[in-house]
């Protein structure tokens, strides 16, 4: 699923879009405004899966290399995977 860190088990469920595909960091998506941007998840923080405290949402992006806290807050059931970083 994800590459970059370890997602608890417990947050595996809020690793999918609203069709049931998974979502990695960096996977292209279509948000719930209709526009394409990457999937963020932030290792290391508590606003990431692989920390207790994670809710399930995460930052998309205009770009791959942009900061999380630049982009729009989302959860899985808000976007559509169009792409994969596999």
């Known amino acids: 699923m994800t590459t970059l860190g370890k997602v608890l088990p417990q947050h595996e469920r809020h690793l999918h879009d609203r069709f049931g595909s998974p979502l990695g960091d960096g ?8 526009e394409v941007g990457y999937v963020r998840l932030e290792f290391g923080t508590p ?39 596999r």
């Not at 899966?49 to 989302?74: I, N």
């Open 47 to 85: 606003r990431g899966p692989d920390s207790a405290y994670w809710d399930g949402w995460f930052s998309v992006t205009r770009t791959r290399a942009e900061h999380p806290l630049r982009g729009k807050l989302a959860h899985g059931a808000l976007v559509q995977v169009i792409g994969s970083t």
């Open 27 to 34: 996977a292209c998506v279509l948000d719930a405004d209709c």
